[in-house]
């Protein structure tokens, strides 16, 4: 059973960071690396848009609205990945979700909140 659990979200300042984490258990080690993971946000009444992902070749793809600001990056042997996200302003105010392609299944974390406000 593929589980993703995010966690780092909360309240920061604008031009703030904050880096989230997305633990993932079901995915034996070995393999982990081969699947593409990526970032997701959602604000209210909006869809959900993909900010950050890496490919199943290892590349990185950024939204717009985040390149330049936002990593991307994983911890294979922890299984973990992470979104170093900075100079943070109150557009990126959302739920965050993590998301693996695991198998041809699509797997999401419950989301964090991450809210930016003077």
């Known amino acids: 059973q593929v589980q993703l659990v995010e966690s780092g979200g909360g309240l920061v300042q604008p031009g703030g960071s904050l880096r989230l984490s997305c633990a993932v258990s079901?995915?034996?080690?070995?393999?982990?690396?081969?699947?593409?993971m990526g970032w997701y946000r959602q604000a209210p009444g909006k869809q959900r848009e993909l900010i950050a992902a890496?490919?199943?070749?290892?590349?990185?793809n950024y939204a717009d609205s985040v390149k330049g600001r936002f990593t991307i990056s994983r911890d294979n042997a922890e299984r973990t990945v992470f979104l170093q996200m900075n100079s943070l302003n109150p557009e990126d105010t959302s739920v965050y979700y993590c998301?693996?392609?695991?198998?041809?299944?699509?797997?999401w974390g419950q989301g964090t909140q991450v809210t930016v406000s003077s």
């Open positions: 998301n693996v392609l695991f198998r041809n299944d699509n797997y």
């Open positions: 079901g995915i034996p080690r070995i393999v982990f690396n081969r699947y593409s």
């Open positions: 890496f490919t199943s070749v290892g590349s990185t």
